[in-house]
């Protein structure tokens, strides 16, 4: 077992006063097989009441309303969370390629997965670009293709930030050939599921005293869906498997689905508004 403390801070800043706010943050990291967390404190600048919900994907919401004016709002979580190294992690392919093939070709498997088969805006490649990147053939196994395909975008994109927003597509980051995890996250996912495969963005933390790049924000990661085997976690940022270092909050189609922070304001008039977070993750020896 291994435990960490993690902590998610919010700075929200307004240039002119606003009235009314609603905001849903999305930045608990989640409870599975391979992990445990307890909310340890939730605290706001405003003392605003708040309440937890699932979002559509099961995962837990953190929705506010604030009533009073400000130009200034700050929210902050922290958590407890202890990661299970003991649960088999998916490492490879259990059928033979042939049938691995013929599942991914088969209505009812499509069916069942159609939410991760799906192109989004944010996960679309053009034809040209798709010609240029590996192919799904059957002729290896879906597990060492999906290595292929996490060195291919590893290799394709230089990690480069500040020059792509969150409605940057995966088309434009393969031609920019530059991103974040979030780039790398939609270009994988819009490979994988151009040959059939389903995969699944994931946001979460990381414990980046054990991965390579280090930004103070939430991470993204893919989960690719292996016939018979189970969803195994790639993080095509690093070139690397997901493991223990990392700490999952949710999955959906592409990044819009996991935005760690989504408002709705009413305000006294125009005007720029920024907004800082910062993360903090620390492993408990």
């Known amino acids: 077992m291994i ?3 993690i902590s998610y801070v919010s700075e929200n800043q307004y240039e002119v006063p606003v009235s009314e706010a609603f905001f849903e943050f999305l930045v608990l990291p989640c409870n599975d097989s391979t992990q445990k967390s307890t909310l340890s404190s939730l605290r706001d600048s405003l ?3 708040f309440h937890v919900s699932k979002n559509a994907f ?3 919401v953190i929705r506010v309303r604030a009533h009073k004016n400000f130009q200034k709002y700050e929210f902050s979580i ?5 990661k299970n190294d003991d ?8 059928l033979p ?3 691995e093939f013929e599942m991914l070709k088969s209505l009812p498997f499509i069916i069942d997965n159609a939410i991760f088969l799906r192109n989004t805006p944010l996960t679309t490649l053009s034809e040209e670009s798709l010609s240029k990147t590996p192919q799904y053939d059957g002729k290896k196994s879906v597990y060492s293709y999906l290595l292929e395909l996490n060195d291919y975008v590893f290799m394709k994109l230089v990690y480069t930030p500040f020059v792509t927003n969150t409605d940057t597509t995966a088309e434009e980051a393969f031609q920019l050939e530059m991103g974040v995890g979030q780039d790398f996250a939609h ?3 819009a490979i994988a599921r151009a040959n059939g495969i389903p995969a699944r963005y994931v946001s979460g933390y990381t414990n980046r005293v054990n991965t390579y790049k280090v930004i103070p924000a939430m991470d993204a990661w893919v989960e690719a869906l ?6 195994a976690g790639f993080d095509p940022t690093n070139n690397r498997l997901v493991d223990e270092n990392y700490i999952k909050v949710a999955h959906g189609t592409d990044y819009s689905d996991c935005t760690p922070l989504k408002g709705l304001l009413r305000t006294q008039g125009k005007g720029f508004h920024h907004t800082f977070c910062s993360v903090d993750v620390k492993q408990i020896k």
């Open 3 to 5: 435990n960490y403390n």
């Open 58 to 60: 099961g995962f837990d």
């Open 97 to 99: 390629k042939k049938q």
């Open 87 to 94: 649960v088999p992690l998916v490492r490879g392919s259990v």
């Open 226 to 231: 292996i016939p018979g085997a189970g969803w």
């Open 187 to 189: 270009l994988f996912i």
């Open 78 to 82: 922290s958590s407890k969370v202890e």
């Open 47 to 49: 003392g605003d009441d």
